[in-house]
T-cell receptor, first 116, second 118 residues
Framework: AQTVTQSQPEMSVQEAETVTLSCTYD???????LFWYKQPPSRQMILVIR??????QNATENRFSVNFQKAAKSFSLKISDSQLGDAAMYFCAYRGPQGGSEKLVFGKGTKLTVNP | DAMVIQNPRYQVTQFGKPVTLSCSQT?????MYWYQQKSSQAPKLLFH???????NEADTPDNFQSRRPNTSFCFLDIRSPGLGDAAMYLCATSFGGPGQSFLPNEQFFGPGTRLTVL
């Protein structure tokens, strides 16, 4: 079974600084999809960024980027120029191959605090 | 705005008293999911529907059931809530299904219903 591990239960960063959240996963598949979701306090979970395993290029969305290392099964999230609104729980999630199960497997999350 | 709506946002029930949580969507997505999220833990998938096709996770207790009367609505029924069922329940939707040729779509989440069991 696939597993997702986030080894940092909590992280903090100064406003305007850069922070990296770690995620590793285990799978026997060669084709899969990885996601970072953000869950602000008392608000709904939203997608931050996604990565297709067949793509070598790391995904980027504005201040958010990933470092996808397929051989190492690592998928870290980098947040640049951190803002107070970035404070949230961040979940790394895995989804299997296209055409297969829609199920997302989540890590336990990392709570990010942004200090002014 | 298209969205996923969950009602109520907070639900209090008594031990053993049946409770129903509601989810509706205006996105016209064919897949709907129910997740359980306990404090400081990852969301755990309970079950999901591809259209009307119900898919239960192997470790979902029999105490949890679901209904999807139409594309827009999905309900989570907890027949006899125990103290261990206190959690946030998240509904999500997406396009997808077995054999779909398009790339996997993101799941859109509702704000959740926080269930308290007394």
């Amino acid at each position: 079974a696939q597993t997702v591990t986030q080894s940092q239960p909590e992280m903090s960063v100064q406003e305007a600084e850069t922070v990296t959240l770690s995620c590793t996963y285990d799978t026997s598949e060669s084709d899969y999809y990885l996601f970072w979701y953000k869950q602000p306090p008392s608000r709904q979970m939203i997608l931050v960024i996604r990565q297709e395993a067949y793509k070598q290029q790391n995904a980027t969305e504005n201040r958010f980027s990933v470092n996808f290392q397929k051989a190492a099964k690592s998928f870290s999230l980098k947040i640049s120029d951190s803002q107070l609104g970035d404070a949230a729980m961040y979940f790394c999630a895995y989804r299997g191959p296209q055409g297969g199960s829609e199920k997302l497997v989540f890590g336990k999350g990392t709570k990010l605090t942004v200090n002014p | 705005d298209a969205m996923v709506i969950q009602n109520p946002r907070y639900q209090v029930t008594q031990f053993g008293k049946p409770v129903t949580l509601s989810c509706s969507q205006t996105l016209n997505h064919n897949v709907m999911y129910w997740y359980q999220q306990k404090s400081s833990q990852a969301p755990k998938l309970l079950f999901h529907y591809y259209d009307k096709d119900f898919n239960n996770e192997a470790d979902t207790p029999d105490n949890f059931q679901s209904r999807r009367p139409n594309t827009s609505f999905c309900f989570l029924d907890i027949r006899s809530p125990g103290l261990g069922d206190a959690a946030m329940y998240l509904c999500a939707t997406s396009f997808g299904g077995p054999g779909q040729s398009f790339l996997p779509n993101e799941q859109f989440f509702g704000p959740g219903t926080r269930l308290t069991v007394l």
